[in-house]
């Protein structure tokens, strides 16, 4: 088991996944470059792009931020599945019954590409069969669940209402769907992105791209002045960077925490499963040694910056106690978090970004189901990119779909929060003189000569200060301890201690400020 204290490039706790995966460095970008195709975002998204058009023969170049899976792919469960929870009522509402059904064949054929690339690459990534179940245990959820059944039976899954689970515990009910999968996320990126290479590509980690341009080709410019121009581009980094308005206001940055840890083999609860009670709550195990199995628990979803991370964390470690005796018994948990984008009508935002590009893609929106979305993300950019026949799910991923009025709610709501923090925030900042009880390890956002100041003690007493200010949009940024970032509630961009870009949409710092006196 790894140090649960260790830390991915600042940007928080390693995940089991990224601990336990080769990921071999790539060099940063230090030339230009022409290419047939850029994708920017080294997920599973961009990752899954890039060897599609590889493999048919395109020239492309993968140009990640930091490391590649070092996003929200690195942090995942590394579950692959059709059945998303309760989704498929809800599609129903959002997008019809038509469009319900092709989203279940969108992911029910992404599941089955995983099966096939991971046969290609010839390697040991742990994929496991198992059923999938959504489940309440409290009799006033069973309605709900019955609706869902026949919902995703509706839309094409082949779903059975049950009673009964592998867990440790009883249910009132559950969904499942039978021959879905877990794999190792970074064990199969890792040999995707070997093959990618080898195929001809290029990977360039720690290469930030910060401005794009869209003329006869795209020129896309790096943090460090080096410049790409290819005929297309992919922009596959979790909440887009570049992203229109249109688009920006139909989307949600979403954060949730993962703990894990190990139990005897004979405590596999033999599948993947997910209930919206309890703040939600998802389960999954994978091997861990000889004997044993590590217990996955996912959950305490949240929007970034909302604060009270460690009492999250408290809560999901003292579930997974509750319900998995033994749990922890072996040594603190191993912790981390993942940010995942929503959108509003459920469907995720795949192909053309706005209405005015035809050489400028997009792949976003998955809502917390990036494994599959991101092999089906990587089948429609392809098609796309190459000429192929489209699949039927094509509008329905369309980034420059209209809102339908089912839609409206959603985004009206989404609207009022990120106003709420972009004007509220700036009125609840209290004052420079709080710091005097600011404790080693821990900040605060204050006003400083009327303008606001993202400030941190850290271990050793010293007062770092940086604008409050996101380099994105100009909310104001929120600490959160447990991970030792400053984070954006409006569009989730991510910052370390030092101001540096951890997760955008942001590409630019954190400015560096004087210290308040106090």
Same mark, same amino acid.
């Given at each position: 088991?790894?140090?649960?204290?260790?830390?991915?490039?600042?940007?928080?706790?390693?995940?089991?996944?990224?601990?336990?995966?080769?990921?071999?460095?790539?060099? +940063?970008?230090?030339?230009?470059? /022409?290419?047939?195709?850029?994708?920017?975002?080294?997920?599973?998204?961009?990752?899954?792009?890039?060897?599609?058009?590889?493999?048919?023969?395109?020239?492309?170049?993968?140009?990640?931020?930091?490391?590649?899976?070092?996003?929200?792919?690195?942090?995942?469960?590394?579950?692959?599945?059709?059945?998303?929870?309760?989704?498929?009522?809800?599609?129903?509402?959002?997008?019809?019954?038509?469009?319900?059904?092709?989203?279940?064949?969108?992911?029910?054929?992404?599941?089955?590409?995983?099966?096939?690339?991971?046969?290609?690459?010839?390697?040991?990534?742990?994929?496991?069969?198992?059923?999938?179940?959504?489940?309440?245990?409290?009799?006033?959820?069973?309605?709900?669940?019955?609706?869902?059944?026949?919902?995703?039976?509706?839309?094409?899954?082949?779903?059975?209402?049950?009673?009964?689970?592998?867990?440790?515990?009883?249910?009132?009910?559950?969904?499942?769907?039978?021959?879905?999968?877990?794999?190792?996320?970074?064990?199969?990126? /890792?040999?995707?992105?070997?093959?990618?290479?080898?195929?001809?590509?290029?990977?360039?980690?720690?290469?930030?791209?910060?401005?794009?341009?869209?003329?006869?080709?795209?020129?896309?410019?790096?943090?460090?002045?080096?410049?790409?121009?290819?005929?297309?581009?992919?922009?596959?980094?979790?909440?887009?960077?570049?992203?229109?308005?249109?688009?920006?206001?139909?989307?949600?940055?979403?954060?949730?925490?993962?703990?894990?840890?190990?139990?005897?083999?004979?405590?596999?609860?033999?599948?993947?499963?997910?209930?919206?009670?309890?703040?939600?709550?998802?389960?999954?195990?994978?091997?861990?040694?000889?004997?044993?199995?590590?217990?996955?628990?996912?959950?305490?979803?949240?929007?970034?910056?909302?604060?009270?991370?460690?009492?999250?964390?408290?809560?999901?470690?003292?579930?997974?106690?509750?319900?998995?005796?033994?749990?922890?018994?072996?040594?603190?948990?191993?912790?981390?978090?993942?940010?995942?984008?929503?959108?509003?009508?459920?469907?995720?935002?795949?192909?053309?970004?706005?209405?005015?590009?035809?050489?400028?893609?997009?792949?976003?929106?998955?809502?917390?189901?990036?494994?599959?979305?991101?092999?089906?993300?990587?089948?429609?950019?392809?098609?796309?990119?190459?000429?192929?026949?489209? +699949?039927?799910?094509?509008?329905?991923?369309?980034?420059?779909?209209?809102?339908?009025?089912?839609?409206?709610?959603?985004?009206?709501?989404?609207?009022?929060?990120?106003?709420?923090?972009?004007?509220?925030?700036?009125?609840?900042?209290?004052?420079?003189?709080?710091?005097?009880?600011?404790?080693?390890?821990?900040?605060?956002?204050?006003?400083?000569?009327?303008?606001?100041?993202?400030?941190?003690?850290?271990?050793?007493?010293?007062?770092?200060?940086?604008?409050?200010?996101?380099?994105?949009?100009?909310?104001?940024?929120?600490?959160?301890?447990?991970?030792? /970032?400053?984070?954006? +509630?409006?569009?989730?961009?991510?910052?370390?201690?030092?101001?540096?870009?951890?997760?955008?949409?942001?590409?630019?710092?954190?400015?560096?400020?004087?210290?308040?006196?106090?």
């Amino acid at each position: 088991m790894h140090d649960p204290l260790a830390l991915n490039d600042g940007s928080g706790p390693l995940s089991h996944w990224l601990d336990t995966a080769h990921r071999r460095p790539r060099p +940063p970008l230090d030339e230009d470059l /022409t290419v047939d195709v850029a994708v920017v975002g080294g997920g599973i998204a961009g990752l899954v792009t890039a060897w599609e058009l590889a493999r048919a023969g395109r020239e492309a170049v993968v140009l990640e931020a930091g490391r590649i899976l070092s996003g929200t792919t690195g942090s995942t469960t590394g579950k692959v599945t059709a059945l998303h929870g309760l989704r498929y009522e809800r599609l129903r509402r959002t997008v019809g019954e038509e469009g319900a059904g092709l989203y279940a064949a969108a992911q029910q054929d992404a599941v089955e590409r995983l099966v096939e690339i991971c046969a290609d690459l010839d390697v040991d990534v742990e994929l496991e069969l198992r059923s999938a179940c959504t489940y309440v245990t409290e009799p006033d959820g069973v309605a709900e669940v019955r609706a869902e059944t026949a919902a995703a039976r509706a839309a094409g899954l082949d779903a059975h209402f049950v009673t009964e689970t592998g867990l440790p515990f009883p249910v009132a009910a559950a969904v499942r769907v039978d021959d879905q999968y877990q794999f190792h996320p970074a064990a199969f990126l /890792t040999a995707l992105a070997d093959a990618f290479t080898a195929a001809g590509g290029r990977i360039h980690e720690h290469t930030r791209v910060i401005d794009l341009h869209e003329r006869a080709r795209i020129r896309l410019e790096t943090e460090d002045g080096a410049v790409v121009r290819a005929a297309d581009a992919v922009v596959a980094t979790g909440f887009p960077v570049f992203a229109p308005t249109s688009l920006l206001i139909r989307l949600a940055p979403r954060h949730e925490l993962v703990i894990a840890a190990p139990l005897p083999e004979a405590a596999d609860p033999q599948g993947m499963y997910l209930t919206p009670e309890d703040r939600t709550r998802s389960v999954r195990t994978a091997p861990y040694g000889a004997g044993r199995r590590l217990l996955i628990v996912t959950g305490e979803a949240f929007r970034p910056g909302a604060g009270d991370v460690g009492t999250r964390y408290a809560r999901l470690e003292s579930w997974a106690r509750r319900y998995f005796p033994g749990f922890g018994e072996a040594g603190a948990p191993l912790r981390w978090a993942a940010q995942d984008v929503d959108s509003a009508d459920l469907a995720p935002y795949v192909g053309h970004m706005h209405p005015g590009t035809q050489h400028v893609y997009v792949a976003t929106g998955f809502g917390g189901w990036g494994m599959s979305g991101g092999v089906m993300a990587g089948r429609l950019l392809a098609a796309h990119l190459l000429g192929l026949p489209r +699949p039927s799910w094509t509008e329905l991923c369309d980034p420059r779909r209209p809102a339908p009025p089912r839609e409206l709610p959603e985004l009206v709501r989404e609207q009022r929060e990120v106003a709420a923090h972009y004007l509220g925030d700036r009125r609840r900042l209290e004052r420079a003189e709080s710091l005097d009880t600011l404790l080693p390890g821990t900040g605060a956002v204050v006003r400083d000569h009327g303008q606001p100041r993202a400030v941190q003690r850290d271990v050793s007493g010293v007062l770092h200060a940086l604008s409050a200010r996101c380099t994105h949009m100009g909310c104001l940024v929120a600490y959160n301890e447990a991970e030792q /970032t400053w984070e954006c +509630p409006c569009h989730g961009s991510r910052f370390a201690p030092d101001g540096s870009v951890l997760q955008g949409p942001a590409t630019e710092p954190l400015p560096r400020r004087a210290r308040p006196d106090v």
